[in-house]
């Protein structure tokens, strides 16, 4: 099994974005959502852009925010790729000349490969956990056993993840990538290193040990 990428979102502060990638994250995640705890400004995001090392993507979390926003925000702050956590329809992902991922918060009866094919050209599906009003972040999990099996795109796992529980995450869903936010601080918006890298190890551990009992 391959070892999945590592995206740590919600950092506020270029010292903590770059003490994460050194810690083994392939992604760092910045929100750009107002009513969130771990909302950045543009300015703050392009200090934290121009200050990761090469081979870390930047990620830029939105939630049915005005295209004129977004299109702002990208001439301050060259993001790598853009998550979209709302109603976002496929054609409002696409417009904006950058590569996305598409965010989906599971419910029961949430069609994933219905799904998949509408956002076909995202470079993957972040699953989270539905909580009625929060479009993510929230630290609640779901019930892993809702992800269908061949999905047509790459899955991002979110939504409860802690480094208690990401070796069974890994072992049991296989997903592509991880997303934890909240699992890794110490209170909203203040990130943890000693559980980012715990978080981290964990993850490439169960990884390895899948590998090695083929």
Known sequence: MMIPRIKICGLRDVE???ATARLGADAIGL????????????GVAASIVAGLPA??????????????????????????????HGDESPEYCRQFGRPYIKALRVKPDTDLVECAKRYHD??????DAYVPGVPGGTGEAFDWALLPAGLPLPLILSGGLHPDNVELAVKQVRPWALDVSSGVERSKGEKDLAKVAAFIRAARLAATEMTDER
């Not at 959502?33 to 909302?39: D, E, L, Q």
């Not at 995202?122 to 699953?127: E, I, P, T």
Request: charged share 15%.
């Open 122 to 127: 995202a470079r993957g599906l972040l699953v």
């Open 16 to 18: 903590t974005a770059v």
């Open 31 to 42: 929100v750009f959502y107002a009513p969130s705890p771990r909302c950045v400004d543009a």
């Open 55 to 84: 081979f870390v993507t930047s990620v830029g979390l939105f939630v049915d925010a005005a295209p004129g926003y977004v299109r702002d925000l990208l001439r301050q702050a060259p993001l790598d790729l853009l998550q979209f």
